[in-house]
């Protein structure tokens, strides 16, 4: 990468039950097409399986391989209608199963960690209102501090504990309900670009 440039990874998740095609992997597949229209950002893409092992195996080795200036994890909630941007995320409570049946032996994400909750620096509510202000923006913004205790949860508490002031996490609705794949990736190419310019004006991080 060139000096100056800056590096972003964005992951979304593979298939799971009632959801054979995972929108956030779609949306992310296509916010990869359409770019981020800054040759000075290098963007990496990642599908994750829905799988408590393989995320504790794959994400830290994704932060010491890139050391991204801002890492995004992208998701799929069958309850939202709009971009959720998840302001934090929770250590404790993993007792869903995954995709290959199994959940963490001690229920927690990040073992001995003295946060049960644990905040992004980055101001979600700042990423919404500039989302919203789009007028040619179709997606709207929603800022949620529940991301649901499961593997999308899972994920965004682990790469806070690597970083907490450069992850981020956002929910997409499913396909068609009501944003195809473009508005989709069109919607986190504004959000992406909303929490880089935070990273530049630090005085709007959560503190």
């Not at 829905?50 to 050391?67: A, F, M, N, Q």
């Not at 991204?68 to 934090?88: F, I, R």
């Not at 993993?94 to 905040?119: L, W």
């Not at 499961?150 to 396909?175: E, G, W």
Request: proline letters at 5%.
């Amino acid at each position: 990468m060139p000096s100056g440039n800056k590096c972003i990874v964005v992951t979304g998740y593979g298939p799971f039950r009632g959801h054979t095609v995972n929108a956030s992997w779609v949306a992310v597949q296509e916010l990869k097409s359409l770019g981020l229209d800054d040759d000075t950002v290098e963007l990496h893409v990642y599908e994750i399986p829905v799988s408590y092992d393989v995320v504790k195996r794959t994400i830290p080795g994704l932060w010491e391989k890139h050391k991204p200036d801002l890492m995004v994890h992208v998701g799929v909630s069958g309850m939202a209608c709009e971009l959720t941007l998840e302001q934090q995320a929770h250590n404790d409570g993993y007792d869903r199963y995954d995709v290959d049946g199994q959940v963490p032996h001690t229920k927690m994400c990040v073992d001995g960690s003295c946060h049960n909750i644990i905040a992004s620096g980055l101001n979600m509510s700042l990423v919404c209102e500039e989302v919203n202000n789009m007028c040619e923006m179709k997606a709207k913004a929603v800022v949620s501090h529940d991301p649901g205790r499961y593997l999308c949860d899972f994920i965004y508490c682990l790469s806070l504990h690597i970083n907490k002031n450069r992850t981020a996490f956002i929910h997409v609705p499913p396909l068609d309900a009501p944003y195809n794949a473009s508005e989709l990736a069109q919607g986190l190419r504004a959000a992406i670009k909303s929490m880089l310019s935070q990273l530049t004006s630090p005085s709007n991080a959560v503190i």
